[in-house]
C-alpha cells in the first residue's frame, strides 16, 4: 500500500504568450494551468492507488495566487494536497523548488514513491524531479513511460537514446514520467466539487524558516525570433524553376 | 582551481564539447578536463582532440545503469572545483547533470543554446522557455557553472598530432541499488533524421497517409531524409516520434529542410533552428513558415510537389 | 457587484470544455449527420455526474447551483448543440418540475435515477393543435380507481424515442379553461404509451425529437406532478428555468461560431492578405463578440436571480430572446465569412446555422418570450 507524492506546477499558459512591441513578451493576458506533463505525473499516481491502495497527496510550490491550481490537482484524484505558497515564489529556478519540496516533503510527508512530470510546461529545465531525488538520498528513475511495483520494488520503462531500458529500484525512490505513460482523466463535476472539501496543508516562508537563494540568476528575457528573410515563389513552372536554381546555388545537393 | 569540464555519456558529443570547452578554456587561460568512459586509447583521442586532462570512467557491471557514475563525478568535481562543467543534453546526460548539479549545491543552464564569457570572466548562457516563445539569459553565481549543451551544437573537435596531456583511472563507483534489467532497442522504420544533411519533413497539409509516397520520393531525389511534425506522428500515426521534430522531440540540424505542408507552429520551429537553408512549402500565404523560412513556395503542395521533383529530376 | 465566475466555476467550466473537446468533437459531424443518439456520450455525462447537476445530493444530484449548470451547458453546445440541448431539456424541462413540485416519493422513485444520469428525462406538452397556445390541448386524463388513464397525442417531444421518464400534460378538467389541466409522471413502460413518428430536423439531428402517443395509457394515481388543476402553472414555471438553459445553449452555438470565424477569416488570403484585415470582417467579427458578451452576461444575470430565489421569469425570457436571434445572426453570418466553404458540409459553421434557428422556436417561441417581457414591462 505504496503512498505516492505528486509534484505539480501552476504555470503560464505559453498559448496565451505574445511577443509586445519592445521585443520582449507579454504575459498580461496570460491565463494558468496545470503544467501538461503533471497532469500525466498526477494520473500515474492515481492509477497507482487504484491498483496497490495507498494514498495520493499532491504537492506544490507557488505563489498564493494558485489556489485555483490546488484545486485542480485535488480534482485530479490525489486525497489531500500541500500548498507551500508565498508571493516570492512565483519564478523559483530548480535549485530553489527543489530544496523547498525536499525540506517540506521529508519533514512532512511519509511517502514511498514521489512523482514529478518529466519537465514543466513553461520552463522545460528537467531539473527539478533529478534534483529532489538527490536531496533526499533517494533513487531516481528519469524519463519512465511504464510503472509497476513489485515486492516492494520499482520496476520502469524508461527512454534512453538508444531506446528503452528496463530498471528496477528499491523504494522509496522518485521518478519523472514521460506523456506517454498515460492518458489523463478529465474530471468529472463530483470529483471538482469534492476537491474543494480535500484537506489542503498550508505552509508559508515562515514556517520553513529557512533561506533558498537563486543560483541560477535571470539576466534577461526576451521574445524568440527564428525570422529569416523569406524569397517567395509562387507556384507556376517558372517559379519552382526559380526555387530549383535557388537550392542549387546553395551548393547543398550533390547534382553530380 | 581547475578550469572546464566536460562530460557526454556519448563519444560523439564528447568530441562536440571539447570544442567549447577548449574555447572556453583558453579564455580563461585554464585546463580543459575530459570525463571519459572508455580506455587508453579512447583517452588519447580526446587528448588529440583539446584535452588537458581525461579522466577515464571504469567499466561497469553487468545491469548497472550509466547514472551510477553520478557520486562518482560529483566527487571529482567536488575536488577539482573547476569553475566550468559543461554535459552533453543527451536524455541520460540532461539527468545526470541536474543529479550532479544537486550534489554540487550548484546551478544548471538546461539545454543552453548559447554560451560565452563576459569582460567580468562570467558565463552567459541563454536557454529558450514559454515552448520556444522566449529566450531566457541566465548567469550562475555558484561553482561550478554547470550547463547541458544539445547534441550538434559544435563541431567536432579535430585531432591535432602533437598534444599531450594526463590520463587518470577513476575508481569503479558503488551499486546504486538501481538494476538495469533488460535493454530494447529504437523501433525500426526511420533513419537517424538527426544525422541527416538534408530533411523533408511532412506536416499537416498532407491529408492521407499514402500521400506520404510523394513526399519520400521528393526526399529520394534529394538525397534526403524524410521526418514529420508532431500531428503526422502523435495524432495520426502515420509516422513514429523518432521521426518527428519539434521542441519535446527532435531537434536537427540540417544543411537544408523543406517543409511540405507544415504550417510552422513555434514548437517546431525551434527543433529546425539551426538549420542552414529552410524552404517551405504551404498553400497559406500566411502560414507562420514563412517567417522563418529563407525560401518558400506558396501553393498547393498536391501540384507542387510533382512539379518540383520533375524539376529536380530534369 | 462581482462579475467574476469562482474559482470552482471556472474549473467546472474547464472540465466541461475539455470533457466536449474529448468526447463529443470527435463524433459531432457524424451523429449530425446520421441524426444518431449519442449514447456512449450520454452515459459518459452520466458517470461523469453531469445529468442532473443543480438538483441536491440527497436526489443523486450534483447540488451545485443553477448559473454553474447553465455555463456548463454552454461548453457542451459550443461542441454540439445537440447533446448540449439533450442534456438540457432532460435536467431543465424534465428533472426540474419534478424537483420543485414532486413530493417524496416521486422524487426519490423519478428524480433520482434522472438526475444520476440512468434515466434519461423528457417533457411532453406540446401536440398538433397546440404550441404556443398551450390552453388548445386535447389531451384528457381521467382518474379510474387507482390509475388515470391518458388519452391524446404529444408532439415534438425532445429525447421522445430514448426517454425513461416522461413528464407531461393533460385536460382533468376540460371546462376550467385556468385550473383544468393537470401534470403527471408517465415512465417509459406504462401500458398504453408508445412512440409515434420520428421527425428529421433541419438542425440539432442529433437529439431525438418525436410524437408520444397515449391511447389508454394507465398510470398509478400517485404519478399526479403537484396538485390536480396545477399543470399549467408547472408548465409555465419550467418554461423559466428552461429558457436560461437554451440562452446558454445559443451562447455557446454563437461562441463556436465566432471561433470559427476568427480561425477562418486569419487563414484565408483574398486580395494579398488575409481577410480578418478587411473592415467589414472585422466588423462583423465585433458585432458577434459584443452580442455573445451581452448574452452570456444576460443569462447568467437570470441565473444569478433565480440561485437568489429572486422572480426571473422576465430576465429568463429577455435572455432567451436575445440570445436565440443573435445566434442565429451571427451563426449565419459565419457562414458568410467562410464564404463557399462555410455552405459546405464537413465545415462546422454549416452545422451551428442549421442549428441556431430553432433556439428562436423551441421552448417558447421569440414570440412568446416577447409577449411574457411586454406583459411585465407593462403591467
Redesign the interface.
Known amino acids: 500500500m505504496p503512498n505516492i507524492v505528486c509534484c505539480f506546477k501552476w504555470v503560464v499558459d505559453e498559448a496565451y504568450i505574445k511577443p509586445s512591441s519592445a521585443g520582449k513578451i507579454d504575459l498580461e493576458w496570460a491565463e494558468h494551468k496545470l503544467s501538461d506533463y503533471d497532469r500525466n505525473a498526477i494520473e500515474a499516481g492515481v492509477q497507482l492507488q487504484e491498483e496497490y491502495g495507498g494514498t495520493v497527496t499532491a504537492v506544490t510550490v507557488a505563489s498564493s495566487e494558485a489556489t485555483k491550481g490546488i484545486k485542480d490537482a485535488l480534482s485530479r484524484g490525489p486525497e489531500k494536497a500541500f500548498f507551500i505558497n508565498d508571493e516570492q515564489f512565483e519564478n523559483l529556478e530548480p535549485v530553489q523548488t527543489s530544496a523547498i519540496l525536499a525540506q517540506v516533503i521529508s519533514q512532512q510527508i511519509d511517502y514511498d514513491l514521489i512523482i514529478c512530470g518529466e519537465g514543466s510546461s513553461d520552463m522545460y529545465s528537467q531539473q527539478v524531479g533529478p534534483r529532489l531525488a538527490e536531496k533526499l538520498g533517494i533513487p531516481c528513475i528519469a524519463l519512465v513511460k511504464k510503472l509497476e511495483i513489485k515486492d516492494n520494488r520499482l520496476i520502469a520503462e524508461r527512454k534512453t537514446d538508444e531506446g528503452i531500458e528496463v530498471v528496477s529500484a528499491p523504494l522509496p525512490a522518485l521518478v519523472t514520467v514521460l506523456p506517454d505513460i498515460n492518458n489523463p482523466r478529465v474530471p468529472g463535476l463530483k470529483d471538482t466539487l469534492a476537491a474543494s472539501k480535500k484537506p489542503v496543508v498550508d505552509v508559508s516562508l515562515e514556517d520553513l524558516a529557512a533561506e533558498y537563494p537563486a543560483l541560477m540568476v535571470l539576466e534577461d528575457m526576451r521574445a524568440a525570433s527564428l525570422v529569416r528573410n523569406c524569397t517567395r515563389f509562387g507556384s507556376g513552372p517558372e517559379d519552382i524553376q526559380a526555387f530549383v536554381e535557388a537550392v542549387n546555388k546553395t551548393g547543398i545537393i550533390d547534382r553530380g | 582551481m581547475a578550469g572546464v569540464w566536460i562530460y557526454a555519456d556519448r563519444n560523439e558529443q564528447g568530441m562536440e564539447l571539447l570544442t567549447v570547452g577548449r574555447g572556453l578554456a583558453n579564455q580563461l587561460g585554464k585546463t580543459l578536463t575530459a570525463l571519459v568512459a572508455g580506455d587508453d586509447s579512447t583517452a588519447q583521442g580526446f587528448i588529440s582532440r583539446g584535452a588537458d586532462e581525461v579522466l577515464l570512467l571504469p567499466s561497469l557491471g553487468e545491469g548497472q545503469p550509466l547514472q551510477d557514475y553520478i557520486p562518482l563525478i560529483a566527487n571529482e568535481a567536488s575536488k577539482a572545483d573547476p569553475d566550468i562543467f559543461l554535459i552533453a543534453a543527451s536524455l541520460r546526460g540532461k539527468e545526470m547533470a541536474a543529479r550532479i548539479a544537486a550534489r554540487l549545491d550548484t546551478g544548471l543552464c538546461s539545454e543552453c543554446t548559447a554560451i560565452n564569457i563576459d569582460d567580468k570572466g562570467k558565463l552567459q548562457m541563454e536557454r529558450l522557455m514559454y515552448g520556444g516563445a522566449a529566450v531566457q539569459k541566465v548567469s550562475i553565481s555558484s561553482r561550478p557553472q554547470m550547463a547541458t549543451i544539445p547534441p550538434r551544437s559544435y563541431e567536432a573537435a579535430e585531432p591535432q598530432s602533437d598534444r599531450q596531456g594526463q590520463v587518470k583511472s577513476l575508481d569503479p563507483p558503488e551499486a546504486s541499488g538501481i538494476q538495469v534489467i533488460e535493454r530494447k532497442g529504437q523501433e525500426a522504420g526511420s533513419g537517424d533524421i538527426t544525422a541527416a544533411r538534408v530533411i523533408v519533413c511532412a506536416g499537416r497539409g498532407i491529408e492521407k497517409q499514402e500521400d506520404l509516397a510523394m513526399v519520400r520520393e521528393l526526399a529520394d531525389t534529394l538525397g534526403a531524409e524524410i521526418a514529420c511534425t508532431r500531428p503526422i506522428s502523435e495524432e495520426k500515426h502515420w509516422m513514429t516520434e523518432e521521426s518527428c521534430i519539434g521542441l519535446s522531440a527532435k531537434e536537427v540540424k540540417p544543411a537544408l529542410y523543406i517543409g511540405v505542408g507544415v504550417s510552422g507552429q513555434i514548437q517546431h520551429v525551434v527543433g529546425i533552428r539551426e538549420a542552414g537553408v529552410i524552404c517551405a512549402i504551404n498553400s497559406d500565404e500566411n502560414a507562420p513558415i514563412f517567417e522563418a523560412a529563407d525560401y518558400g513556395i506558396i501553393g498547393d503542395l498536391y501540384k507542387v510537389v510533382p512539379a518540383l521533383i520533375a524539376a529536380l529530376k530534369k | 457587484m462581482d462579475f467574476k465566475l469562482t474559482?470552482?466555476q471556472?474549473?467546472?467550466r474547464d472540465?466541461m470544455r475539455?470533457?466536449a473537446r474529448?468526447?463529443v468533437d470527435p463524433i459531432a459531424v457524424e451523429i449530425d449527420e446520421n441524426s444518431r443518439y449519442p449514447e456512449e456520450v450520454i452515459k459518459k455525462l452520466a458517470?461523469?455526474?453531469?445529468m442532473g447537476?443543480p438538483f441536491p445530493a440527497e436526489f443523486g444530484g450534483?447540488?451545485?447551483d443553477y448559473l454553474t449548470y447553465a455555463i456548463?451547458v454552454e461548453e457542451l453546445s459550443r461542441s454540439c448543440a445537440a447533446t448540449g440541448f439533450t442534456m438540457s431539456v432532460h435536467t431543465g424541462l424534465a428533472c426540474g418540475p419534478i424537483a420543485l413540485f414532486g413530493n417524496e416519493e416521486q422524487k426519490k422513485k423519478y428524480l433520482t435515477p434522472m438526475a444520476k444520469g440512468e434515466h434519461l428525462g423528457a417533457f411532453a406538452l406540446t401536440e398538433p393543435g397546440a404550441g404556443t397556445d398551450v390552453g388548445a390541448a386535447t389531451s384528457t386524463a381521467v382518474l379510474d380507481g387507482d390509475e388515470y388513464v391518458l388519452n391524446g397525442v404529444k408532439t415534438f417531444t425532445s429525447n421522445g424515442p430514448v426517454a425513461n421518464t416522461y413528464v407531461t400534460f393533460a385536460w382533468t378538467d376540460k371546462n376550467d379553461k385556468r385550473n383544468g389541466m393537470s401534470a403527471f409522471i408517465v415512465p417509459r413502460e406504462a401500458p398504453g404509451l408508445s412512440v409515434g413518428e420520428h421527425f428529421m430536423k433541419m438542425g440539432i439531428r442529433a437529439s431525438q425529437t418525436s410524437e408520444i402517443i397515449f391511447k389508454d395509457c394507465r398510470i398509478p394515481k400517485e404519478n399526479l406532478l403537484g396538485k390536480v388543476g396545477d399543470g399549467m402553472k408547472i408548465a409555465m414555471n419550467s418554461f423559466d428555468h428552461g429558457r436560461i438553459g437554451i440562452a446558454a445553449q445559443a451562447v455557446g452555438i454563437a461562441q463556436a461560431a465566432l471561433d470559427e470565424s476568427i480561425s477562418y477569416s486569419?487563414?484565408r488570403?483574398q486580395f494579398?492578405k488575409?481577410i480578418s484585415r478587411n473592415q467589414a470582417i472585422q466588423w462583423m467579427i465585433a458585432d458577434m463578440y459584443t452580442d455573445i458578451t451581452a448574452g452570456r452576461f444576460l443569462y447568467y444575470y437570470a441565473a444569478s436571480l433565480k440561485d437568489q430565489g429572486l422572480p426571473f421569469s422576465k430576465e429568463a425570457a429577455m435572455a432567451k430572446v436575445f440570445c436565440a436571434e443573435m445566434c442565429s445572426k451571427h451563426a449565419s453570418k459565419a457562414v458568410q465569412i467562410h464564404g463557399g466553404y462555410g455552405y459546405c458540409k464537413g465545415q462546422k459553421v454549416e452545422r451551428l446555422m442549421r442549428d441556431a434557428k430553432i433556439t428562436e422556436i423551441y421552448e417558447g417561441t421569440s414570440e412568446a418570450q416577447r409577449m411574457v417581457i411586454a406583459g411585465n414591462v407593462l403591467r
Do not use: C, H, R, S
Open positions: 474559482e470552482e471556472e474549473l467546472i472540465n475539455e470533457f474529448t468526447y458517470d461523469g455526474g453531469w447537476m450534483a447540488g451545485v456548463a486569419k487563414q488570403v494579398g488575409p
